[in-house]
Nanobody, 128 residues
Framework: QVQVVESGGGLVQAGDSLRLSCAASGRTSRNLVIGWFRQAPGKEREFVAFFKWAGNRAAYADSVRGRFTISRDNVKDTVYLQMNSLKPEDTAVYYC?????????????????????WGQGTQVTVSS
């Protein structure tokens, strides 16, 4: 069993930065894909980014590309989402999720349905 726990959210001003953490535990493997999603009040859950552990590859939604960056800590089995130049429209509950199938389909990893394991979310609020 794999579990993920996200943390690091908070209240910041526009232009500030935050770093979110997604800590994985349980039966992790290098086939793991970590996804980041967010959901604002009254809006649909949307894709933010995903990270393929094997090969250290990441992809980003157009809305965050150039501002958000994913990195990893192999020792801690943790993926970080560095968020820079935050905007009020980034305000949302952020979730990390794990795809543990071991069958990475690059063009489909932005779909929430690909991810079986979800964290509880961490609130990010960006004031103007």
């Amino acid at each position: 069993q794999v579990q993920v726990v996200e943390s690091g959210g908070g209240l910041v001003q526009a232009g500030d930065s935050l770093r979110l953490s997604c800590a994985a535990s349980g039966r992790t493997s290098r086939n793991l894909v970590i996804g980041w999603f967010r959901q604002a009040p009254g809006k649909e859950r949307e894709f933010v980014a995903f990270f393929k552990w094997a090969g250290n590859r990441a992809a980003y939604a157009d809305s965050v590309r150039g501002r958000f960056t994913i990195s990893r800590d192999n020792v801690k089995d943790t993926v970080y989402l560095q968020m820079n130049s935050l905007k009020p429209e980034d305000t949302a509950v952020y979730y990390c999720a794990a795809d543990v199938t071991g069958r990475t389909i690059w063009s489909e990893q932005a779909n929430a349905a690909r991810y079986e394991i979800w964290g509880q979310g961490t609130q990010v609020t960006v004031s103007s």
